[in-house]
């Protein structure tokens, strides 16, 4: 199993970018994906996570109101549109994937998903 994160990068606060996360090797449509993110020093943090089954939504409150997440379940893909971006947001972004539906009180924990990425850094200074 393979999942493939890009799109970071480096941007000024207030711009925008978006992560794009495919997976393979196994299906998740019956499960979750989303993204997770660690700036140095810190714990690795919840940031958005749709659920397949029913296509609920989820955000951190540090991004909801700039961030969106979408996806498209036959292709095991994954997109987060990151707007408004502010230096807090700089961290490597992690794609994480799990196979079976989590409950909605889990989807925060990282230790919930089974699969993980690579990482991608995105980078907005002050």
């Known amino acids: 199993v393979q999942l493939q994160a890009y799109g970071g990068g480096l941007v000024q606060a207030g711009g925008s970018l978006r992560l794009s996360c495919t997976a393979s090797?196994?299906?998740?449509?019956?499960?979750?994906m989303g993204w997770f993110r660690q700036s140095p020093g810190k714990e690795r943090e919840f940031v958005s996570v749709?659920?397949?089954?029913?296509?609920?939504?989820y955000y951190a409150d540090s991004v909801k109101g700039r961030f969106t997440i979408s996806g498209n379940n036959a292709k095991n893909t994954v997109w987060l549109q990151m707007n408004s971006l502010k230096p807090e947001d700089t961290a490597v972004h992690y794609c994480?994937?799990?196979?079976?539906?989590?409950?909605?009180?889990?989807?925060?924990?990282?230790?919930?998903?089974?699969?993980w990425g690579q990482g991608t850094l995105v980078t907005s200074p002050g």
């Open positions: 749709i659920r397949w089954s029913g296509g609920s939504a």
């Open positions: 090797g196994r299906t998740f449509s019956s499960g979750a």
């Open positions: 994480a994937a799990r196979e079976s539906r989590p409950i909605s009180t889990a989807v925060t924990i990282a230790t919930m998903y089974n699969y």
